[in-house]
């Protein structure tokens, strides 16, 4: 390993492409920890611990995961990249319905990058709708539940005390959003310049941000048996989840020689790899989207009897109606998701254009359905296993007391275990093409 290592920042342009990324995750962590102005530091502190030791901060748990803490910090990347994440779902949903944006799709790069414009131009509009509703929260002391103090409105632009208020969040609000564009750039030039995908690379870190934190909460708490016990089990499930991720059904595909011009082509064999996991973690980010919808409307109208019943159902996150209701959605919409990116006649029809059939398969409607029922086959185990996988933090908040930012469960360990394989190979495949070896021996 430490060898494989050696040999990584050995080669010259592998090496600097890997220290670049580097220096860019340690401005992006610099960021995070950098407060807005007109934030009162010190009572955000204590605000933070005391949501996080009531598990207070169930409403916002998502998005300050993301943000590595930054969120119930109000630092300049308190938004962190999720308004980036939230974009791309969109974008990638909304190509199966506009006609405009499948078109893009297919025209290749030039279309891709047209898309990636649109994404970004979507994901400044949601991080101003976003920073607008956490700076009002945090000015109306709702974004600590029972806790305010936490932005200073005071006077100093010689204007009336409404204005200089309104003055005073929309600076906040204008930096928050600048700082979500700035996460998108640092991102768009680990792509480029650096080593794997920006984007995951920054959500990597901000989830490793949260695990020294989290773990050394369980240890102080409970004492050394318990933190020995959740690294054992942490690291087990950890070991299953990339047994899970790496898992993939083959379906072999043979392509018919057929002659073009004078050249032969044709003749090989190849497979289609469908993975237990299809969706990935996107099934999750939406599950917990849609359960934000009810509980943001208990902060905004607390005095309602139906936001004091989500209030007391859906904040904490280790309520059984919330457990159930996250894991049903979880089931549903890794179903939904995995039915408009995959589409079996497209790759039917694909197949049977070029000249390829499933061994014992009949070209065109027959593939199409074969192809259907392995799919269904795979989605449920695949749904069921990202539904546990996520339930995992609610089962250590009732066991351990742990804040809902436990590290060894749902999305964090999904992302942690995909982000990691897929960086490692990025690398093992550079190192490749220099001497024929791999990044792990």
């Given at each position: 390993?430490?060898?494989?290592?050696?040999?990584?920042?050995?080669?010259?342009?592998?090496?600097?492409?890997?220290?670049?990324?580097?220096?860019?995750?340690?401005?992006?962590?610099?960021?995070?920890?950098?407060?807005?102005?007109?934030?009162?530091?010190?009572?955000?502190?204590?605000?933070?611990k005391a949501a996080e030791t009531g598990a207070q901060a169930g409403l916002y748990s998502l998005i300050n995961l993301f943000s590595g803490g930054a969120l119930l910090q109000l630092a300049i990347f308190a938004l962190g990249i999720m308004p980036y994440i939230t974009a791309s779902i969109i974008l990638q949903l909304l190509t199966v319905v506009v006609p405009r944006l499948e078109?893009?799709?297919?025209?290749?790069?030039?279309?891709?990058?047209?898309?990636?414009?649109?994404?970004?131009?979507?994901t400044l509009v949601l991080a101003i709708l976003n920073s607008t509703a956490f700076v009002t929260l945090a000015a109306n002391d709702r974004l600590f539940p029972g806790c305010s103090g936490v932005v200073r409105l005071s006077p100093d632009f010689s204007m009336s005390p409404v204005a200089e208020d309104y003055v005073i969040l929309a600076m906040m609000v204008l930096i928050m959003t600048a700082g979500?564009?700035?996460?998108m750039w640092l991102g768009e030039l680990i792509t480029e310049r650096g080593i794997g995908n920006g984007?995951?690379?920054?959500?990597?870190?901000?989830i490793a941000a949260t695990f020294p934190t989290a773990m050394w909460?369980?240890?102080?708490?409970?004492?050394?048996?318990?933190?020995?016990?959740?690294?054992?089990?942490?690291?087990?499930?950890?070991?299953?989840?990339?047994?899970?991720?790496?898992?993939?059904?083959?379906?072999?595909?043979q392509y018919a020689k057929r002659m073009v011009g004078r050249r032969m082509f044709g003749g090989t064999t190849t497979y289609i790899p469908l993975k237990v996991n299809q969706a990935g973690v996107i099934p999750v980010i939406f599950a917990s989207s849609m359960l934000y919808i009810p509980t943001l409307y208990s902060q905004f109208r607390p005095e309602d009897p139906a936001s004091q019943w989500i209030a007391a159902n859906f904040v904490k996150g280790d309520h059984p109606i919330y457990?159930?209701?996250?894991?049903?959605?979880?089931?549903?919409?890794?179903?939904?998701?995995?039915?408009i990116?995959?589409?079996?006649?497209?790759?039917?029809?694909?197949?049977?254009?070029?000249?390829?059939?499933?061994?014992g398969i009949r070209a065109g409607k027959p593939t199409e359905k074969y192809l259907g029922f392995v799919l269904s086959r795979l989605t449920l185990p695949g749904s069921l296993y990202l539904g546990?996988?996520?339930?995992?933090?609610?089962?250590?908040?009732?066991?351990?007391?742990?804040?809902?930012?436990?590290?060894?469960?749902?999305?964090?360990?999904?992302?942690?275990?995909?982000?990691?394989l897929d960086t490692v190979k990025q690398i093992e495949s550079k190192l490749q093409q220099r001497n024929y070896e791999g990044f792990l021996r």
């Amino acid at each position: 390993m430490l060898s494989a290592f050696a040999n990584a920042f050995k080669t010259p342009d592998l090496r600097r492409k890997m220290l670049f990324t580097l220096l860019i995750l340690v401005v992006f962590r610099i960021g995070s920890t950098v407060p807005v102005p007109y934030v009162n530091v010190q009572q955000v502190d204590v605000c933070r611990k005391a949501a996080e030791t009531g598990a207070q901060a169930g409403l916002y748990s998502l998005i300050n995961l993301f943000s590595g803490g930054a969120l119930l910090q109000l630092a300049i990347f308190a938004l962190g990249i999720m308004p980036y994440i939230t974009a791309s779902i969109i974008l990638q949903l909304l190509t199966v319905v506009v006609p405009r944006l499948e078109a893009l799709k297919k025209e290749g790069a030039s279309g891709q990058n047209k898309i990636t414009q649109y994404t970004r131009y979507l994901t400044l509009v949601l991080a101003i709708l976003n920073s607008t509703a956490f700076v009002t929260l945090a000015a109306n002391d709702r974004l600590f539940p029972g806790c305010s103090g936490v932005v200073r409105l005071s006077p100093d632009f010689s204007m009336s005390p409404v204005a200089e208020d309104y003055v005073i969040l929309a600076m906040m609000v204008l930096i928050m959003t600048a700082g979500t564009g700035l996460v998108m750039w640092l991102g768009e030039l680990i792509t480029e310049r650096g080593i794997g995908n920006g984007m995951s690379l920054l959500i990597f870190t901000q989830i490793a941000a949260t695990f020294p934190t989290a773990m050394w909460g369980i240890k102080q708490a409970k004492g050394w048996v318990p933190f020995i016990l959740v690294m054992v089990v942490g690291l087990l499930v950890m070991a299953g989840v990339i047994f899970m991720e790496l898992g993939q059904r083959r379906i072999p595909v043979q392509y018919a020689k057929r002659m073009v011009g004078r050249r032969m082509f044709g003749g090989t064999t190849t497979y289609i790899p469908l993975k237990v996991n299809q969706a990935g973690v996107i099934p999750v980010i939406f599950a917990s989207s849609m359960l934000y919808i009810p509980t943001l409307y208990s902060q905004f109208r607390p005095e309602d009897p139906a936001s004091q019943w989500i209030a007391a159902n859906f904040v904490k996150g280790d309520h059984p109606i919330y457990m159930a209701v996250f894991f049903l959605l979880i089931v549903g919409f890794t179903y939904f998701y995995v039915a408009i990116t995959f589409d079996p006649v497209e790759v039917a029809d694909n197949m049977k254009k070029y000249g390829g059939f499933i061994p014992g398969i009949r070209a065109g409607k027959p593939t199409e359905k074969y192809l259907g029922f392995v799919l269904s086959r795979l989605t449920l185990p695949g749904s069921l296993y990202l539904g546990l996988i996520s339930l995992l933090p609610s089962i250590a908040f009732i066991l351990f007391q742990a804040n809902q930012n436990f590290p060894f469960g749902g999305t964090s360990l999904l992302i942690i275990v995909g982000v990691g394989l897929d960086t490692v190979k990025q690398i093992e495949s550079k190192l490749q093409q220099r001497n024929y070896e791999g990044f792990l021996r």
